[in-house]
C-alpha cells in the first residue's frame, strides 16, 4: 500500500474514533447512573480531569494514542469503577479463618493482600496516564514561547508552524512518553504477579502468622469472580502495551521515511557515507 494511501486510511480511522469517543462518555455516564443510583459527580473519581486529560492527550495523539485512549477509559476505568470496586468493596471483611484468635484474621490479610488489587489498580490508572500530561505541558510550553515571539516582533511573526505538530522536541517528548507508559505498565503487571505469585486468586489458603495458635485455614471471598476481573485487567494492560509499542513503532518509520523524502541522511546512510569516504581515502 502506498504511504500516502496509508495515511488517508489511517485519518479515516481516526476520525471514526473522535466520533466514537464521544458517545462513549456518554454511554459511560449513563451506564454509571443506571447501576449505581447516583451522578458521577458525587463519587470520588474526578470526572472533570479525567475528561480534560482525554480531550487534552487525544488532540496530539496518533491513531494508535487514541485506541490506547479508548482501551484505558472504556475497558479499564468504567470496568474499574462501575464493576470490579464493587467486588472488592466487603474483601476485608468477609475473609474469614477457623479461628476466633484476636488479631489472626486480620494478620492473615495483611499477609496475603499486602496491597489491595483495587489500590494497585488505582495508582496503575494514575501512574499510566501522568506521562500524557508531558506532551500537553510540552505543547502549552510552546504556546507560551510564540505568544512571546509574536509580542517581539509582531503578530504576523512565527516561530513553530504548528505548535502542536510533533516536530523537534515535542517528537521525543512524545515518544518519551511511550517509553514511560509501556515501562509502568509492565512494571505494575510484574509487581501485581510478584506479590499474589500468580493472577489467580485461591479459594482458601493457609496461614499460620503469630498470633494465630496453629496453621489455620482461611477463606477468600468472591474468588472466582475476583480472578474473572484479574484477567480482564491484566489483559487490558497487556493491549496497551502492544499499542504503545506499536505507536513507537509507528512514529520511528513516519520519522525516518520523512526523513528518506526530504533527503536527510538517516543513521544507516549517513554511516555508509562515511565508510565509502573512509574507502576513497584509503
Known amino acids: 500500500m502506498p504511504p500516502h494511501s496509508l495515511y488517508l486510511l489511517l485519518n479515516q480511522i481516526s476520525q471514526s474514533f473522535n466520533k466514537f469517543q ?34 487534552g492527550a487525544n488532540k496530539y495523539s496518533t491513531i494508535f494514542g487514541r485506541i490506547w485512549l479508548s482501551i484505558v477509559f472504556v475497558f479499564r476505568v468504567m470496568v474499574f469503577v462501575v464493576a470490579a470496586e464493587r467486588v472488592w468493596s466487603d474483601d476485608q471483611a468477609n475473609f474469614d479463618c477457623d479461628t476466633r484468635q484476636p488479631g489472626c484474621k486480620n494478620v ?23 506521562p500524557s500530561f508531558l506532551v500537553v505541558l510540552h505543547v502549552a510550553y510552546r504556546e507560551e514561547r510564540e505568544r ?37 505498565e509492565l512494571g505494575f503487571l510484574y509487581l501485581l504477579h510478584l506479590m499474589y505469585d500468580s493472577f489467580k486468586l485461591p479459594r482458601r489458603v493457609k496461614c499460620g502468622v503469630s498470633p494465630c495458635p496453629n496453621v489455620v485455614d482461611c477463606y477468600v471471598a ?17 493491549v496497551c502495551v502492544v499499542l504503545n509499542l ?37
Open 22 to 55: 464521544c458517545l462513549y462518555k456518554q454511554i459511560l455516564t449513563m451506564l454509571y447512573i443506571h447501576i449505581s443510583g447516583t451522578l458521577p459527580g458525587s463519587r470520588s473519581m474526578d470526572w472533570k480531569s479525567l475528561e480534560g486529560l482525554l480531550s
Open 108 to 130: 492473615c490479610y495483611n499477609h496475603f493482600f499486602p496491597v489491595s488489587h483495587i489500590r494497585l489498580w488505582s495508582l496503575q490508572l494514575i501512574f499510566v496516564t501522568c
Open 148 to 184: 512571546k515571539y509574536r509580542i517581539k516582533h509582531g503578530e504576523q511573526a512565527r516561530l513553530y508552524d504548528n505548535t502542536g505538530q510533533k516536530h523537534g522536541g515535542l517528537w521525543w517528548t512524545y515518544l518519551l512518553s511511550l517509553f514511560f507508559k509501556t515501562a509502568i
Open 222 to 238: 468472591r474468588p472466582t469472580e475476583k480472578t474473572v476481573f484479574t484477567y480482564f485487567m491484566v489483559a487490558a494492560s497487556m
Open 246 to 282: 506499536c505507536e513507537i513503532f509507528y512514529l520511528i518509520t513516519v520519522r525516518l521515511l520523512t526523513m528518506k523524502r526530504q533527503g536527510r541522511p538517516t543513521v544507516r546512510t549517513a554511516s555508509k557515507r562515511i565508510i565509502s569516504e573512509n574507502k576513497d581515502l584509503m
